[in-house]
Nanobody, 120 residues
Framework: VQLQASGGGLVQAGGPLRLTCAAS????????VAWFRQAPGKEREFVAR????????YYKDSVKGRFTISKDNAKNTVYLQMNSLKPEDTAVYYC??????????????WGQGTLVTVSS
């Protein structure tokens, strides 16, 4: 599976962005797909995931109510809609597939990352 993340950019605090993770190869519906982020000088952290099968979403506590992860199996694409962005959301965002819960090391496939910068 090859993953291509896109949609990052510069946005003012309070604004929205939508990230897209497009997959080629094996169908996304067979994988749990997640978004992680890594800010400068910090470790990569879990943001959200959507499970295979039921498509149940899970979120990092600090993004609950602001971010929404969704999967379009027909398009082999996963989205991360980010609203009410805060400066602390600034990071490189990565999509990942075929992993376990919130553990980055467990994911077998990664996209290249897309930079999100939130200005105050």
């Amino acid at each position: 599976v090859q993953l291509q993340a896109s949609g990052g950019g510069l946005v003012q605090a309070g604004g929205p962005l939508r990230l897209t993770c497009a997959a080629s190869g094996r169908a996304f519906r067979t994988y749990t797909v997640a978004w992680f982020r890594q800010a400068p000088g910090k470790e990569r952290e879990f943001v959200a995931r959507v499970t295979r099968g039921t498509g149940t979403p899970y979120y990092k506590d600090s993004v609950k109510g602001r971010f929404t992860i969704s999967k379009d199996n027909a398009k082999n694409t996963v989205y991360l809609q980010m609203n009410s962005l805060k400066p602390e959301d600034t990071a490189v965002y990565y999509c990942a597939a075929d992993g376990t819960i919130n553990i980055a090391a467990s994911y077998n496939y990664w996209g290249q990352g897309t930079l999100v910068t939130v200005s105050s």
